[in-house]
């Protein structure tokens, strides 16, 4: 491959976004086809809900990673990674169990391994031992349909029909609701609930979300999961160099105004400042409904407008960040992640819930204890300061932030007694400082939510109806980091061609 001179003023591909799916995608069209690319960040800081903060102490907290699947070695993220990076990245095995469900009158912990889950199912579920074994082939089915459905626009036409008549009996069960699906394969509702407890990774609860999404994240973590060596922001410092190794650059504080449309097709972007910067192609992974409701103006095609309407509000969190004055292991935690329930009924939004990660305990690099607490929280919370500029609100919005924040961390402490003592300082970011931070109007954290009508009508897409624009990230595939890196890989096959999937998958 030949590094081409840098220019000042040419590049090939302009990306909008520096989240894990325009950096994968920037990365693949640098490495594998030479590409001079330039990613535009409105943040300070690249990476998108892969960046990190520290504070001073030595913390530092992840915003959007807490733990990936199908990173070990040889699965398919880390051969991705590994082959679009730099060599510097690597991941580090959550303890085990890596999961722990806390209900009221049980404590479930699943460890990182397809058969040994199943077993801790049926010994704590004996008379559900046919429904586990329904259960989980349904979420086999479902989830490969998922992976090729999720690909099949970029696949070469030849194998493309045929793709499309792929798992047919996954396809059915992946455009029910995850309830329905659950239903008929057990009968106990703990067990269900149990079933469902991961559900705040994909931001749905079961009686809205598509039994595809809820199949995807499940066999996503069948095997346990992995944490970036160094935290969240290895992976953006290892994709960077690729991108900088053939002339592009990665630009941060550089927002995005407009996506400019002449004669029909993307041509560049206008910045903020008012500047234009001109390309063959332009890639979005500023999301879908940024990139049609508001990016694209009045050459947003209509039917994808009105393809957006049909969708629920985004999923929207409070995330509260602790430093911790001492070690979390003292308090018999593992560093495996603990979901805390109040209820068994996930479909009740009264019922609160809580998840708990310990970001120190899984990177080896880490210089000081920490936790997070993520927790489902109504958008309309916080409407009423949406139009003050991130930091300078006032104390009713600090009252509101820290109400939420307490009920969090009270529902936390009655699985992990002794996280309040141990906390020596915290942050809370409501959906406004998401919106902030992420670019985005709503404080979204997954996206366009995955209803049944995402796997119907195959809408978003990652072509789109305007020559020259492609969209990347998690509204190209699904959420997640892993999702919006395959998001990345198909906007640069629609970018540079379906080959560049295959050379992926197979290095
Ligand atoms: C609290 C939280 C916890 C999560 N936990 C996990 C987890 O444990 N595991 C997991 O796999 N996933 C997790 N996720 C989800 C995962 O982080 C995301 O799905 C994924 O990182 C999204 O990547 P993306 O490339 O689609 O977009 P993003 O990361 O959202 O990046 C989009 C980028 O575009 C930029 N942008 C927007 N508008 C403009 C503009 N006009 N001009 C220039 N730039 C613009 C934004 O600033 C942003 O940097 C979590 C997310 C959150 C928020």
């Keep these: 491959m030949t590094v081409r ?88 095995r959550m303890p085990e169990p890596f999961e722990r469900y806390v209900y009221p009158g049980l404590d479930f912990r699943q460890p990182g391994d397809p058969d040994q889950f199943r077993a801790s199912l049926t010994a704590a579920f004996p008379r559900e031992t046919r429904g586990i074994g329904r259960y989980l082939d349904a979420v086999h089915g479902a989830a490969r349909w998922v992976a090729v459905h999720g690909v099949r626009e970029v696949l070469p036409p030849l194998i493309r029909g045929g793709a499309r008549m792929a798992f047919p009996r996954g396809g059915r069960v992946a455009r029910r609701t995850t309830a329905e699906v659950l239903s008929g394969c057990v009968e106990d509702p703990l067990l269900r609930a149990v079933l469902a407890s991961q559900w705040g990774d994909y931001g749905l609860r079961p009686g809205e979300s598509a039994f595809g999404i809820h199949a995807l994240i499940v066999d996503h973590y069948l095997r346990g999961g992995w944490y970036p060596v160094g935290g969240g922001g290895a992976i953006a410092r290892s994709l960077r160099p690729t991108i900088e190794g053939t002339g592009g650059e990665v630009r941060a504080h550089a927002r995005v105004r407009r996506i400019l449309v002449e004669h029909g097709r993307a041509v560049g972007v206008v910045m903020d400042s008012g500047d234009v910067l001109r390309a063959p192609f332009v890639i979005s992974d500023a999301g879908a409904a940024n990139t049609y409701g508001h990016l694209l103006g009045d050459a947003a095609p209509a039917h994808a407008r009105t393809a957006l309407a049909r969708f629920p509000p985004p999923y929207t969190v409070v995330a509260v960040f602790l430093g911790l004055s001492g070690d979390p292991a003292t308090l018999g935690v593992n560093g495996g992640n603990v979901w805390v329930f109040e209820g068994t009924d996930h479909d009740d939004p009264a019922k609160l819930a809580s998840y708990v990660s310990f970001p120190s305990m899984k990177d080896p690099l880490a210089t000081a204890h920490t936790a997070e607490i993520i927790s489902p929280v109504d958008a309309n919370a916080f409407r009423e300061w949406a139009g003050r500029p991130w930091p300078r609100r006032d104390a009713a919005y600090l009252d509101a932030k820290n109400a939420i924040a307490d009920r969090a961390m009270g529902l936390a402490e009655t699985a992990i007694p002794g996280l309040r003592a141990l906390t020596a300082m915290r942050e809370v970011a409501t959906p406004l400082t998401f919106a902030h931070f992420d670019g985005t109007a709503t404080g979204g954290v997954y996206g366009i939510p995955c209803v049944p009508v995402r796997f119907r009508d195959g809408f978003p897409r990652s072509r789109t109806a305007v020559p020259g624009l492609a969209l990347s990230g998690a509204d190209a595939f699904s959420p997640g980091v892993m999702g919006a890196m395959m998001g990345g890989v198909k906007a640069a096959c629609v970018a540079g061609g379906t080959s560049i999937m295959r050379s992926l998958m197979r290095s």
Excluded at 30 to 53: C, D, K, N
């Design 5 to 92: 001179t840098p220019r000042s003023d040419s590049f090939d591909t302009i990306v909008v976004g520096s989240g894990i799916g325009g950096l994968v995608a920037a990365a693949a069209l640098a490495r594998l086809r030479g590409q001079r690319v330039l990613v535009l960040e409105q943040h300070g800081t690249i990476g998108g809900f892969t960046h990190e903060f520290k504070r001073p102490g030595g913390y530092r907290w992840d915003v959007g990673v807490h733990y990936l699947g199908g990173m070990g070695p040889g699965d398919q993220g880390s051969r991705i990674l590994d082959r679009l990076g730099d060599g510097s990245l690597a991941f580090s």
